[in-house]
């Protein structure tokens, strides 16, 4: 599979990412000069940026600027040798630059464009700007996230982008699939719109309000429409959070006979329910009496789902991270060995992979200029000359 991204930062991206950890060739295409805006976002180590070494792996870097006509037709020769076009600029600035679904189409009627936004190409909104965080607001999802009496919550790191970016890398797939049965297939358009991937994964928000009447409202831990009678965060004793969840009748009594506490008050569904305050309150003093090692060992023993509430130092030194191959260690030429996420999910048949971290920028146009495109030396040499690429 051929992908070329004319996409920035985390959404777009992370979609062809998904599909380059699985073998597809993807060519990131970014502006001469400053490339993409993720090379000089989040944390650093000697000065070296280290977030686009895990958001551009397994890519492939070339520069070109859309602003030169020259550069416009070249972004059309990729559209051509591509079955797959990733956008993420606005409605305005596809349509000027002829990455929009029309002037894709005509170049390559085969193509699917994949076209994120931040409200969607058919809305009124279309020339809107959007970012993740505005996505994750629009959605539900933060309305939803903190403590009754506390502010609506956003996650620590780029939910809306990513959940985005899954969704998008789904979306192409299915379209390929499509592609490749159907005798008619003429291209597909997928219009994807920041805030609709997070909406679509809370499933009974809307039918929830449409049939009672109510929006559903923050409730800390426990799930706003189905709470359990046992889920919630906990602080051991030496400082740890543990997080405890048990949603089942079953599971709940192995708290309570854990905690000592009377079978015959919690034996229902109802009781359970009922009594999930004084529970919880319980189970707050048991695990603040003890260390958190020995919190997870009982829970263990009584069959109790529960887990640390892990950092990435946590993850790095846990066993079954380990056992499941979900780290890597890719050899960088700025950094040396570093350590990364695996390629996921695992394909046991025929696993994908991580073969080089992100690439310096422009590092590829002589191979797919070249190489890819048929473009000759002399050519290449003016284009870099007259600052196209």
């Not at 940026?49 to 397994?58: I, M, T």
């Not at 923050?218 to 965060?233: D, E, K, S």
């Amino acid at each position: 599979m051929k992908v070329v991204e004319f996409a920035h930062v985390v959404a777009g991206p992370l979609a062809g990412a998904m599909l380059a950890d699985q073998g597809a060739d993807v060519v990131h295409v970014e502006p001469p000069g400053a490339g993409d805006a993720a090379r000089a976002m989040g944390p650093r180590r000697d000065g070296v940026p280290l977030w686009f070494k895990v958001a551009g792996r397994n890519k492939r870097s070339v520069t070109l600027d859309l602003h030169h006509e020259e550069g416009r037709r070249i972004a059309h020769d990729l559209i051509a040798w591509a079955d797959v076009v990733i956008v993420t600029l606005r409605a305005g600035r596809l349509r000027a630059w002829g990455l929009d679904w029309e002037a894709v189409h005509a170049v390559n009627p085969k193509a699917i464009l994949l076209q994120i936004s931040g409200f969607g190409a058919t809305s009124s909104r279309a020339d809107a700007p959007g970012f993740g965080k505005m996505g994750e607001a629009r959605s539900g999802v933060v309305h939803l996230t903190g403590f009754p009496d506390g502010p609506p919550v956003h996650t620590g790191f780029s939910h809306g982008d990513a959940v985005t970016g899954l969704m998008g890398a789904f979306a192409i797939l299915a379209a390929l699939h499509r592609r490749d049965t159907d005798p008619d297939f003429d291209g597909e358009w997928i219009d994807l719109a920041l805030f609709e991937p997070l909406f679509r994964l809370v499933e009974w928000q809307i039918i929830a309000y449409d049939q009672l009447g109510a929006a559903p409202e923050r409730a800390g831990n426990q799930l706003a429409v189905a709470p359990a009678a046992v889920i919630n965060t906990y602080r051991s004793g030496d400082g740890d959070w543990l997080t405890v969840t048990s949603a089942t009748t079953r599971s709940v009594l192995n708290v309570v006979r854990l905690l000592g506490l009377d079978e015959a008050e919690y034996a229902t569904v109802e009781a359970q329910h009922a009594g999930r305050e004084r529970l919880d309150h319980a189970l707050r003093e048991w695990v603040a009496a003890r260390p958190a090692e020995e919190c997870l060992a009982a829970f263990e023993r009584a069959e109790v789902v529960a887990s640390r509430v892990f950092s990435a130092a946590d993850i790095v030194a846990d066993p079954v991270y380990a056992e499941r191959e979900d780290v890597v260690t890719v050899d960088d030429p700025d950094l040396g060995p570093v350590r990364m996420q695996a390629a996921l999910p695992h394909f046991r048949r025929n696993p994908g992979g991580v073969w080089r971290t992100g690439p310096a920028l422009g590092a590829d146009n002589e191979l797919v200029y070249g190489r890819w495109l048929g473009i000759d030396g002399e050519r290449l040499a003016k284009l870099e000359g007259e600052g196209v690429i």
